[in-house]
């Protein structure tokens, strides 16, 4: 793993539960304790933590840390006390269920995550809000964008397998759907992005180069538009290189917007104990200035901090 947060060394959950509770139940709360001990803990760690809270002050973590914080620092801190399946089982029910449905939220997770990860995420989503994830999507989204999410959840990517024969037979097909764009193109499009595996498709897209002289992303962003094809260009862009993907997720969130606060949060807690040090290293290669320079730039309070301690940062970035 390239993640940012590893295991604590000489880990105690009774002695970090006994400093989160008195942070927690003093007169004002003490927030940088609160940074210091979850933000420098791995996932698996703050689960235990949560466990000894529990049987020491008979109440729930999660409740105490919602009761004592607010805003956006509230969101890191809570964020950080799910397990990942949880966690993405929390924002895809959040994106689905707001106000407004959060289509960039649903591509993220859907687009990036493994057939285990889908099946751990899909489970919780279940046992969390007692309805299914597919259902939910068949709901709030419409269109080719809702078919190929509902074709993600599936989570069925074939997985390992690569067959050169049928790989230029796939790229004549994709070159197809890029110029005739009717509705069982688009199925076949999607079909073929959401089902082969990963190295297949990496010998697909070579092979559409060869056919069209043309990048499978350009192709995709003259022929579609919308969120179907922001959805269709996340897929290729996780199958050739996650940590570019979320650096470029990153960077948008925070400039484009006036920095989208959640989908920073997101990224940053659930890349935490798998590549943001990839992703890290992306950012900077890609924007010239390094992702702690940017948070720390228009982030700031506690918040700032938690989001600092999940980042990380070499000396230069400070």
Known sequence: TQGTILPAPNFNPIMDAQLLGGALQGISCEKDVLIDILTQRCNSQRLMIAEAYRDMYGRDLITDLKENLSHHFKEVMVGLM?????????????????????EKCLIDILASRS?????????????????????DIDCETS???RDTLMNLAQGTRMEGYADPSTAA?????LWEACQQKTGEHKNMLQM????????????????????????IVDAINECYDGYFQ?????????????????????????????????????????RSEIDLMNIRQRYKERYGKSLFHDIKHFASGHYESALLAICAGDTEDY
């Open 192 to 215: 073929i992005l959401c089902n082969r595996s990963h190295q297949q498709l990496w010998m697909v897209f070579q092979e559409f180069q060869n056919i069209s002289g043309q990048d």
């Open 82 to 102: 799910y397990p990942p399946a949880s966690y993405d089982a929390h924002e895809l029910w959040h994106a689905l269920k707001g106000v407004d449905t959060e």
């Open 143 to 145: 269109g080719h964008f």
């Open 230 to 270: 922001e959805l269709l260009v996340a897929i290729v862009f996780c199958i050739r290189d996650k940590p570019s993907y979320f650096a470029y997720r990153l960077y948008n969130a925070i400039h484009d917007f006036g920095f989208h606060n959640k989908t920073v949060i997101r990224i940053l807690i659930a």
């Open 169 to 173: 037979q796939d790229a004549m097909i």
């Open 115 to 135: 057939n285990m990860e889908i099946f751990q995420m899909k489970e919780a989503y279940l046992m969390q809000y007692n309805t299914d994830l597919q259902q």
